[in-house]
């Protein structure tokens, strides 16, 4: 388990776990990392009894995976008192366009209370809005632990354990109740909340012991202790300012990463396109090849015809089947019966014939119009579906060759 030392790493904490590569890598998504650390930073910089680490999840089937883990308690306002209350929030790698998972952690003084509205007896938060609600791009953490700390307040889910009376006075023992009372217990079996111990902070990297000052007249040992100071503090300006403009280059190079993925995005599309268009227009040649061959076949084969000139203009179109045949057939008759209509007609205008004689000749000619239209256009039909066929067999044909 790692974590980062102090407030002013966890920028650079974050930036480190999240482009992590290899076994050790976070299973987080590329496109979201950012917005993950996002909304770490803002979060501990409203909470900042919270603290992001890295830890191992298991989950109910025995798989363990490396996932960010934010440790630390949540303020909650009790009758006019505010109370900390310990949770772990664990960034589940579906985060952040599915909720997080929230425990409530109790220390070994505290016990959950059942039932509870928002926390199973195992310590698992559930039924909170919030997270029953969660959306994403627009939920994060900060309205969670805001969420969180409205609703503990409601119905706080933990209280400490039952004490003795009259316990014995220990001097060298730290309060570690959090919680407020709850009414099952009298006023004498639990603990009121406590002022927070003095602060404590880390041992120097020159020294090991208490805090307390080495008392020395020593002019020496002053000046080597302040040259020490002196180089300590100049080393962390340097630090700061390095790491500073650190952040500032790793902004910019996840901002150019966002944009080069955009671009790659767009490339794929364009080049998908192009291989699209250049399938269709192999296709379009394919057909032209085939007719270019079917209209050289039959050059080849009526050439030596129109140098004799014997060619017929009856013989000059023959039908390569009987469908071709019957749908001759059927264009001529249909186009005759047309001239004999528009005869007719300039025969009634000219006064040459009865026009009741006229009416039933049209109506007979129509009739039989109409036979020859509806045959022709099932042979046409028929025709279409030979055709595709035909081209489909061709078209195999010249992809093999």
């Given at each position: 388990m790692s974590s980062p030392q102090s407030e002013q790493q966890l920028a650079t904490f974050l930036s480190g776990v999240l482009s992590q590569r290899g076994p050790s890598a976070l299973p987080y998504a590329e496109d979201i990392k950012w917005l993950i650390r996002q909304h770490l930073v803002a979060l501990i910089s409203s909470y900042p009894s919270?603290?992001?680490?890295?830890?191992?999840?298991?989950?109910?089937?025995?798989?363990?995976?490396?996932?960010?883990?934010?440790?630390?308690?949540?303020?909650?306002?009790?009758?006019?008192?505010?109370?900390?209350?310990?949770?772990?929030?664990?960034?589940?790698?579906?985060?952040?366009?599915h909720a997080p998972c929230v425990y409530v952690n109790p220390t070994r003084d505290m016990i959950i209370k059942r039932p509870h509205p928002f926390v199973d007896p195992s310590g698992l938060v559930v039924n909170v809005p919030y997270l029953k609600e969660w959306v994403f791009p627009s939920s994060n953490l900060v309205d969670l632990a805001r969420h969180l700390s409205q609703h503990f307040a409601q119905d706080p889910p933990l209280y400490s354990s039952p004490r003795p009376r009259n316990p014995t006075p220990n001097p060298n023992a730290n309060p570690t109740s959090h919680l407020p009372p709850t009414s099952g217990y009298s006023s004498g079996s639990y603990a009121r909340p406590v002022i927070p111990p003095t602060r404590q902070y880390p041992p120097s990297p020159y020294g090991s012991g208490s805090f307390s000052r080495v008392q020395t007249d020593d002019p020496t040992e002053v000046y080597r202790r302040n040259a020490i100071n002196k180089l300590v503090e100049m080393v962390h300006g340097d630090m700061a300012g390095l790491r500073k403009a650190r952040e500032a280059e790793m902004d910019?190079?996840?901002?150019?990463?966002?944009?080069?993925?955009?671009?790659?995005?767009?490339?794929?599309?364009?080049?998908?396109?192009?291989?699209?268009?250049?399938?269709?227009?192999?296709?379009?040649?394919?057909?032209?090849?085939?007719?270019?061959?079917?209209?050289?076949?039959?050059?080849?084969?009526?050439?030596?015809?129109?140098?004799?000139?014997?060619?017929?203009?009856?013989?000059?179109?023959?039908?390569?089947?009987?469908?071709?045949?019957?749908?001759?057939?059927?264009?001529?008759?249909?186009?005759?019966?047309?001239?004999?209509?528009?005869?007719?007609?300039?025969?009634?205008?000219?006064?040459?014939?009865?026009?009741?004689?006229?009416?039933?000749?049209?109506?007979?000619?129509?009739?039989?119009?109409?036979?020859?239209?509806?045959?022709?256009?099932k042979v046409r039909a028929v025709q279409m579906q030979s055709q595709v066929a035909n081209m489909a067999a061709r078209l195999t044909h010249y992809v093999a060759s």
């Open positions: 919270l603290e992001p680490k890295t830890a191992t999840f298991t989950h109910n089937d025995g798989r363990a995976v490396n996932l960010l883990q934010i440790d630390g308690t949540v303020p909650m306002p009790f009758q006019g008192v505010t109370y900390n209350i310990p949770v772990v929030i664990w960034l589940m790698d579906v985060y952040p366009r910019g190079l996840f901002n150019a990463q966002v944009a080069l993925r955009q671009r790659s995005e767009q490339l794929g599309r364009g080049l998908k396109e192009m291989l699209d268009e250049k399938e269709g227009l192999e296709q379009q040649l394919q057909m032209v090849l085939m007719n270019s061959d079917v209209l050289e076949g039959w050059l080849r084969e009526n050439e030596g015809k129109s140098k004799d000139g014997g060619v017929d203009v009856d013989d000059a179109f023959e039908c390569v089947d009987a469908l071709s045949k019957q749908m001759l057939d059927c264009t001529a008759s249909d186009l005759a019966i047309e001239d004999v209509v528009y005869s007719l007609d300039k025969a009634v205008q000219d006064g040459a014939g009865p026009f009741d004689q006229y009416l039933r000749t049209v109506r007979l000619l129509s009739r039989e119009q109409f036979f020859h239209r509806a045959t022709a256009a």
